[in-house]
């Protein structure tokens, strides 16, 4: 009986273990999207983060997971992996490197590209303007709030005030348009 209860508290423990790892990755996601958005980097670099830690903690985790769930195959370990420990790895990263930035700003000056609009979040119908631009060389795009739509319409420029950061990825510190 006494095997039968630790195996039972061993289970618990595990099943609390990669519910929360996994809510706490989800959450930790939706917050490192203003994070990203104010942040020049190659997309590629957050989700190699996201995959490098997710597979390599699925070949960590892969047997206890199976073992608590009973579960066959590799699909709900991996994605366990990928939503929990991957996105908090990202979310680390992509916080260090924004809120331990440098002190000094610059200010860059660059004509748009092009301008389109994204549906807002709370009423659909109130598109925000979107901008995009050539960063020295790569196309980057700026989501601005649905109040300066006619700013953005009648703009040729964006101007960016960015600093370092941390890991060396540019920070935005401010952006507007003229």
Known sequence: MDK????????????????V??????ILMVLQIDIYRSTIIDSTIPLSIILGVGV?????????????????GFFYPLMQSLLSFGFIACYIFMAGNFYLAGRDSKQFTFPIKEKSSMPGTSNKSKRMPLVRFDY???EK????GYSSTAKVEESDFVTLTIKKGAFGFMVLESYNVK
Do not use: P
């Open 4 to 19: 039968k209860q630790s195996d039972l508290k061993d289970k618990l423990y595990w099943k609390w273990f990669f519910g």
């Open 21 to 26: 790892t996994i809510f706490t990755g989800m």
């Open 56 to 72: 390599l903690t699925y070949l960590l985790l892969q047997r206890k997971y199976k073992e608590v769930y009973n579960v066959r």
């Open 136 to 138: 020295f060389g790569e």
């Open 141 to 144: 795009e700026l989501v601005f």
